[in-house]
């Protein structure tokens, strides 16, 4: 059996060719090469022809002599393309040539990291001959982060040559403590940063940071290094590494490794019922493709997003389950789960038996995704898109890392995005729409690295910092200095507090102030782990679900002075949404188009939410189980964001042709007679639960809809009507609320901006009003960042509006819901109507190449 085998039986079997959305097929690519270059350190050409390398590939060719003009080149290429040797040879050709060259690594994940490093001494320990024997010519490799012990840190500080490193470590325990570091500043030629499309967003905003203290550090001690950036594509890779050293850049895209032939197939779920839109589960699925692959012994390799999810997907293919079969494996070693949270001998034990293949399958998150080795998988299958399409590429590109043939399948969950991309495969396949934005000038971030650069050294009156010029920086400084952490002594800025600032920054928030997570273990509470406190309302509310390395915690309080959550473990089948009231204001408007059927704006917003309550949803069924409710302060976000107002003709006609249900109800002269007699028929008692009024007045309800109605005097009538009290009522209203066009359209955009913006959903909020503040009263629809002060994701959307209008049209119109679901505009309560063919006339009346309803201006 072999992966063509089975290929060719997929192809033919109904159950499974049937929901296949796209099957692309790239032929086999023979490498381009190039000589090695004439001033390549011999040593060097010996040890790579003693590893079987006899030429460069192209780009790697390209990207050595971009170093060696001294230019920073950023390399683009393929995974499992070579990139490593783009840097690996200047870097290591320099410090042959130069006893007292050092040169930095950098790299997202301590994995990969370590990945790098046995790499790195495979090459110099077992070839590598030192041109003289002057012991200082010799390279000494070191990784340096939090898994370092405390007793080899002041050796690996005075004799390592080249470290290796990440971000984190860089920020909290090396700038910080740079004296310690003197010789190695001073003398630090390269700067590695792989992966760099993983920087982005606050974490990007954050890096571009450090990445500044970092030359400020190496300018004071005398060196300037050279930067060497790799990256996955993405569609602006210079305008981000530009953003990132702040240094012009080189690209070298010139893909000339070999290939493969590949195939890559969507796999969009068979629906289990049309009217609702439901598909059967995307994890199910997943685990049934896989248990074909490895009962074709197709090595293999399962991505998924969340921890809990590898565990289960792990559980079914240990057991067998695939399909109908239900067979065991003879050693459950042979299928193993990969993801944070393992230590990291088991990581290293996994990824060995993985290279030598007595580990048949891995089921991971993004944690294998970057380039650690784990040898020629035959397949990759995708539990779900992985949010990106560049993160996608990057673990399709798993399998496949020989010339052999190989296969990568998406499974799409019901995500509207994922389901957009199994509908119009051309626009996944065709390019990347994804720009990994930043914005290393953010207030909050900015600020927090000012304070950190100011500890590690004084700033003097006029500098600048980075591309902050000298008199921005300067009304920092003087902010630092009233609130006491500064003091200005002549024409210099000393560091006076106590604190240390670096510990207080985390890179992957904004915000400064974190909630410390505690759960209770044999009576004693600890700690295990920490969100930031905007995140901390949604994420950590009391009742919230909260899951942490693979166990699943319940809140029980949250103390927000004090800054603790106390967890306990638990063992529940559902996961929890939480439910927000939320109003947006108007704080400045930086920008403002007609567009058509809408006029489109950006600028400042402050969004003020509140946690009200949560909901209860069953795992995988996405059933509601119930309602919570939470009593929580409000928090305001000052940020940026895009917003599209209707026009009053585009409402006009919608209204006139019946598409238009977002005005409020006028429930006719009769209401509160009405009301009034419902309440006294009923005892002013709540019907569902009992309750007696006490002082406010309970709530009376249609039990059809009033919208649905064409007469008042119909909905009104008593036989309609029922008594409830305001919990009881909010419930009432879920089960038959009318979804509106506006409301759908907001579901919709809020699910699809993701696609142009390389973030997560959770790194955009979006908010609809049919009279907006930001709009003078009229309807609209807002998507902001989640981010104080703006990460500019609002800005690139406020330029693709027309493009993500388009979208969105082809996204609801190709569902095959009766009226709407959760891969649409959203669902609809049991009993309730959806809103689909509102948000479709919205749409054709907003999008330039619509025009089917007659709703253009």
Known sequence: MSLSTLLSTWQTDPNIASNIAAWRTFPTRPAQFAPFPDDLHPALVDALRAHGINALYTHQATA???????????????????????????????????????????????????????????????????????????????????????????????????????????????????????????????????????????????????????????????????????????????????KLIEEPVVLVDDDGAARGARHFLIYNPPVVNRDLGLRRSVLLESVRLAGDLLQHEVQTIVFARARRTVELILSYLRRGWSGARLETFAHQEEVRGYRSGYLPRQCREIERGLREGRVRAVVATNALELGIDIGGMGAAVLTGYPGTIAGTWQQAGRAGRKTEASLAALVTSANPLDQFLARHPGYFFGRSPEQALINPDNLLILLGHLRCAAFELPFQAGESFGRVEGARVAQFLQFLQEVGVLHQSGDKYFWMADQYPAQDVSLRSASPETVVLQARDDDEWTTIGQVDQAS?????????????????????????????????????????????????????????????????????????????????VKWFTQEQLGLGEVSLPPTELVTTGYWLSLTEGTVARLRQQGLWTSDPNDYGPNWPAQRDRARVRDGYRCQACGTLESGRAHDVHHKTPFRTFTSYRQANQLSNLVTLCPRCHHRAELAVRMRSGLAGLSFALGHLAPLFLMCDVRDVGVHSDPKSPLADGQPAVVIYDQVPAGIGFSERLFDLHDELMARAYELVAACECADGCPSCVGPAGEGGLGGKRETLAILEALSTDRNSNGLSL
């Open 64 to 242: 050595w002599q971009r170093a060696q003009a001294g230019q920073h080149p950023v390399v683009v290429t393929g995974t499992a393309s070579g990139k490593t040797l783009c840097y690996n040879l200047p870097v290591l050709d320099r410090l042959l040539r130069d006893p007292q060259a050092r040169a930095l690594y950098l790299f997202p994940t301590k994995a990969l990291a370590q990945d790098q490093k046995d790499t790195l001494n495979q090459l110099i320990t077992a070839n590598l001959q030192y041109p003289i024997s002057n012991p200082h010519y010799e390279i000494r490799v070191a990784t340096y982060d939090g898994d370092t012990p405390a007793e080899a840190r002041p050796r690996i500080r005075t004799t390592a040559r080249l470290i290796i490193s990440n971000p984190d470590m860089l920020h909290i325990g090396v700038l910080p403590h740079h004296t310690k570091w003197a010789d190695f500043f001073g003398h630090l030629q390269f700067v590695v940063i792989d992966e760099m499309h993983a920087y982005r967003g606050v974490f990007g905003s954050h890096v571009a940071n450090v990445l500044r203290r970092l030359k400020r550090i190496t300018r004071f001690y005398g060196s300037s290094p050279q930067f060497i950036l790799t990256s996955a594509t993405i569609a602006n890779p210079v305008e981000l590494a530009e």
């Open 536 to 616: 901390a309302h949604w994420m950590v509310h009391p009742g919230a679900v909260y899951l942490h390395e693979g166990r699943v915690y319940l809140v029980e309080e949250l103390h927000l002075e004090q800054h603790i959550a106390r967890l306990r473990a638990a063992n529940v089948d559902y996961y929890t949404q939480p439910r927000r009231e939320t109003t947006v204001r108007l704080l400045e408007k930086l920008g403002e188009v007609e567009a058509r059927g809408a006029t489109k704006s950006h600028g400042e917003i402050a969004v003020t939410s509140q946690v009200i309550g949560f909901r209860k």
